[in-house]
């Protein structure tokens, strides 16, 4: 994923400290359940419960810990990264042609700069946060073998076929995502078009009609793909929701027929899958945030491969090859026939 790679190649933490701390954030959760679950038994035997006690307290200081630097260096690493980004951006801009940065048009600038960036900040906690419920899924299903292998490989099953038709839906989400950036862009153009030639518009009434009229169509197109984008995600996001009921009716009522010691430890495992439900919606939740911050690092990434194409160094050398059309270049330019005329009122 572009979102991935850009905090790659911006991170300054070591990633095996981060991914360490970000392992023990979610399987912290994992090793209270098994603590709950077990002092629940030993409740029933009337064992005393003060090491369990002592236990759940470490865990929950080890988890603080863990999800609060986990959170902020990410939160810190990422807007160094948005920092760099902005700053490589304008760098490339500097070094452009004019006619170039006309040709490019200032809507993917703006976007780059602005909303795109905005937007990879804003979802910086959901990427972590959908992390984190990926290793907590892992370890709750480890717990889960321990309690019931039956349990667990059906589970495995069900939401893995879950997860890829899921996947494979989100594909129209991209589609349309990338198809609102483009037309956002465009009324950034048009927008801007306005303020430059502002004087103009207001003294030509068919010009403001005229622009007035294509913003319009252009706003109601991108209305169209974020509407279709939005609509599908709210289609996965049910999909996902009643794939996750319909593995709880598994377990209860199909999985029994499957083993004859299965319905020993049926509690247990319902517990576990219901506990699983949180992170599941977390990460339910994180992946449409997390196509759209790739498709924004995506489109930083395509506007610095735009730059990078037309910058030209100190001595008017291109770095990069022009395109095959070039504009030809002006041996003469006049002015014929031209007259001006004062009207006294």
Known sequence: MRIVDLLLAENRTSLRRLGIMATVAGGSNAVLLAIVNSAAEHIKDGKPQLASVVLFLLIILAYVYSQRYVLVTTSTEVEHMIHRCRERLIERLKKCELREVEHIGRGPLFAAIGTDTRTISQTADTLVLGTQAAVLILCACVYLATISLTSLVVSAVFLTLTARIYL???????????????????LHDIVSGVLDGFKEVKLSSQRATAILADFVRVSQQTANYRTKAKKALAANFI????????????????????????????????????????????LVTAVPQMTIANAAAENIRKLE????????EDNGAAVAPKRKAPVPALKTLELRRVFFSHVSE
């Open 168 to 186: 494979h839906k989100m594909k129209k989400v991209n589609i349309a995502l990338h198809e609102a950036d483009d037309e956002e862009n465009k």
């Open 239 to 282: 999909f996902a929701q009643c794939a996750f009921m319909v593995l709880l009716g598994t377990l209860v009522f199909v999985t029994p027929m499957l083993g004859a010691n299965y319905s020993g430890s049926v509690t247990e495992s319902m517990t576990t899958v219901i506990f699983l439900f949180g992170p599941i919606s977390g």
């Open 305 to 312: 491969l735009v730059l990078d194409a037309s910058i030209v």
